[in-house]
């Protein structure tokens, strides 16, 4: 598997969760990202880090809730989400950005993992 995410699940308002991205070595040197797609509406970008997890960006509106990460040595990228609300919901991408790092444009992501669900009950 070249990227897998997982660690999606169901949650309360308020709660909390952390999303896992698996990465193959093929990928240690590019920058990740994670987007999410909610029922009915378009893929939106989440939050990317630098390949050496360094340099991060968010979604303005995430900002503060969402911590993106990296572990170098597992290859493995996560996404820690606090304060979730049913707004939340969708499917969770993560994604090999073209160069180091990758911006909030699907367009300079190169590979796409299978994403994991998220729904936040009110």
């Known amino acids: 598997v070249q990227l897998q995410a997982f660690g999606g699940g169901l949650v309360q308002t308020g709660g909390s969760l952390r999303l896992s991205c698996a990465a193959s070595?093929?990928?240690?040197?590019?920058?990740i990202g994670w987007f999410r797609q909610a029922p009915g509406k378009e893929r939106e970008f989440v939050a990317a880090?630098?390949?050496?997890?360094?340099?991060?960006n968010y979604a303005d509106s995430l900002k503060g809730r969402f911590t993106i990460s990296r572990d170098r040595v597992k290859n493995t990228v996560y996404l820690q989400m606090n304060s979730l609300n049913p707004e939340d919901t969708g499917v969770y991408y993560c994604?090999?950005?073209?160069?180091?790092?990758?911006?909030?444009?699907?367009?300079?992501?190169?590979?796409w993992g299978q994403g994991t669900l998220v729904t936040v009950s009110s």
């Open positions: 994604a090999a950005a073209r160069g180091a790092i990758g911006g909030s444009d699907a367009g300079g992501y190169v590979y």
């Open positions: 070595r093929r990928f240690s040197n590019n920058g």
């Open positions: 880090i630098s390949w050496r997890g360094d340099s991060t």
